[in-house]
């Protein structure tokens, strides 16, 4: 018989044949494994067409036929046939393959040893390099319904069911195969759909975390090494076999791919939270540190001073007596500057003395003789609208709490009621006062701002709740938004009690905690060593963190794998964990 190129038209087909197509199209449409999916479809088009073998081949980007799958266990071929002659552009149709493809149309061959209006020699080389021989050849576009064909089943050899002879392929049969390659087309499409928006959920949840850590240099990494250390933990979690975490366990991808994602945005309500408050690195810092301007009001009493006393002098009232009074003032301001920039730092916990030493030293007086309203923003001056205008050269106090300092919360800026949040909000959003700021008890976060920092998992929780998350991603908003709650239920912000805390959201509190802890970029800290972070961890588990999780993370030998990785060599001064176990016993 001569080889042809036609169309099938409908006609009759074995019932069992038929049933067997439905049942595979059914299987294909289901599967979300592309691999499965492209030996299920080559598998069942040889088992319908009782033929030797298959080889498939899909079209790639580069306008080439790529071979993808074959039945025999020869290795694939590494060339690939293009569809267009690179010199003239002109279609290479005397490739019987690419022929399927640029005309959406299968092709039959009888005998490929005839003579035939296709290039056959890829396929005859084959013969004489394998000793296998191929006669009868059915070409099969893999295309949906109207669509351009993504690729082409090729199958060799039709053998008789009696006899097993080779025989030519049964036109009755070529429309099974056509409409399974259909089906699997559509399949093959969905699934790549399904996969580029993977890909792009992936790559937006990258995008935010990096623009979060990007936003400062001193958080840099965080939303990267936060996830990482969580999916280590997570998987040791699941890989235990004994003790309380035995039953736990991520069972799919779509499990893990949830958890994953929600650790990733595990800090996104960051990005509404203002870079000089997170960086806040001293109590008088805002867009810039403050004690800049107190140093100069400091300066200009010492001046003050000097010009005094040089008039006392020029006056001929200056002695001992007053030398030693000039002596012992300068000396007080400068012991009360050093006071008042040591405090500024913030290293040192404040007692009520100290409040009172900073209210002492704020009580001093300072001569201003120019405007200060001069070159002031609209919104500065609106600040000091029920301000008085003062008489210059005016007195004012060495430190202060103004009125301007406090900037009123608009009413849009409390959290919705209706997310449950258990937080509460100070009355104004800032209070820049210059006592208020220095007279901070511990740390450099005025109420207000730790209220700000604390705010983000607000933001976080109505942002994610907000977004129409598929249902294997349902619950990214609680992995990403609990990571600050407490097993004590003294956390934000809904303070949730062990009762409503699940494993992946226990383990992601450790993984928050411990890199924030062993972190080397953070301005308002020296990073911990490993002994001294793992020392808090434990002072934490049980109010604050599950014991069982931090007790996983020290037998498992996660905590000493990831700081090997992410933490200086100078950190790392603990290889036996035994005694940091919380409650004394090993998990």
Not at 184 to 202: H, I, P, R, T, Y
Request: aromatic content about 6%; charged content about 25%; hydrophobic content about 40%.
């Amino acid at each position: 018989m001569s080889s042809s190129d036609f169309r099938p038209s409908p006609r009759s087909v074995d019932a069992v044949r038929l049933k067997g197509l439905i049942e595979t199209c059914i299987m294909m449409s289901m599967s979300r494994d592309r691999p499965a999916l492209l030996q299920q479809l080559l598998g069942e088009g040889r088992r319908l067409l009782h033929c030797d073998g298959a080889t498939m081949y899909m079209v790639t980007d580069q306008q080439t036929l790529r071979f993808e799958l074959r039945t025999r266990s020869d290795p694939l071929p590494s060339q690939q046939i293009p569809l267009y002659n690179e010199h003239t552009g002109r279609p290479n149709e005397n490739f019987v393959s690419v022929y399927t493809v640029l005309h959406n149309r299968s092709v039959l061959i009888d005998d490929v040893y005839a003579k035939s209006r296709f290039d056959l020699t890829g396929t005859r080389a084959f013969d004489v390099a394998t000793g296998y021989r191929t006669v009868s050849m059915l070409t099969v576009p893999i295309a949906p319904r109207g669509g351009a064909p993504i690729g082409v089943l090729q199958f060799m050899n039709a053998l008789d069911p009696t006899t097993g002879a080779i025989v030519p392929f049964d036109p009755e049969t070529v429309g099974l195969v056509e409409a399974m390659a259909a089906q699997a087309a559509v399949a093959l499409d969905n699934l790549a759909l399904v996969e580029s928006q993977k890909e792009l959920m992936g790559s937006l949840i990258r995008v935010l975390a990096n623009a979060i850590d990007a936003k400062s240099p001193y958080t840099g990494r965080h939303c990267e090494r936060v996830p990482e250390l969580a999916m280590m933990l997570a998987r040791a979690a699941s890989d235990s076999s004994e003790g309380p975490l035995k039953h736990f366990a991520f069972r799919s991808e779509e499990e893990w791919e949830e958890f994953r994602i929600g650790a990733w945005l595990h800090d996104c309500g960051k990005v509404t939270t203002p870079e000089y408050v997170i960086d806040k690195a001293t109590k008088l810092e805002t867009i810039h540190n403050r004690i800049h301007e107190v140093r100069m009001r400091f300066e200009v009493m010492r001046r003050d001073l000097e010009i005094q006393a040089l008039q006392q002098r020029l006056a001929g009232h200056w002695d001992d007596a007053a030398q030693a009074a000039h002596d012992a003032a300068l000396a007080r301001l400068d012991e009360d500057f050093a006071f008042v920039a040591k405090s500024n730092v913030g290293t040192e916990t404040m007692d009520d003395e100290a409040v009172e030493r900073l209210h002492r030293i704020g009580e001093q007086r300072w001569m201003r003789h120019f405007d200060d309203r001069l070159g002031l923003s609209a919104a500065e001056l609106a600040s000091r609208a029920h301000e008085p205008a003062a008489s210059l050269p005016c007195s004012e106090p060495l430190l202060s709490d103004r009125p301007r300092d406090l900037v009123p919360r608009p009413p849009e800026d409390r959290p919705d009621p209706a997310y449950g949040f258990k937080m509460k909000v100070p009355e104004h959003l800032y209070n820049r006062g210059e006592l208020h700021n220095l007279g901070v008890r511990s740390g450099t976060l005025t109420p207000e701002e730790r209220y700000k920092i604390n705010e983000h998992m607000v933001h976080t929780v109505t942002m994610l709740e907000q977004m129409p998350f598929p249902k294997h991603l349902r619950r990214v908003p609680e992995y990403a938004g609990t990571h600050h709650e407490r097993m004590d239920g003294k956390g934000y912000p809904r303070q949730l009690g062990p009762d409503r805390l699940s494993v992946p959201s226990r383990i992601m509190a450790v993984a928050d905690i411990f890199e924030a802890l062993t972190a080397s970029d953070r301005p308002y800290k020296k990073p911990k060593k490993l002994s001294e972070a793992l020392a808090v961890l434990q002072r934490m588990a049980g109010p604050h963190v599950d014991p069982d999780i931090f007790n996983l993370f020290l037998s498992s030998g996660v905590y000493l794998d990831f700081a090997r990785k992410h933490l200086h060599p100078s950190q790392i001064d603990v290889q036996d964990a035994t005694p940091f176990y919380a409650n004394g016993a090993q998990a």
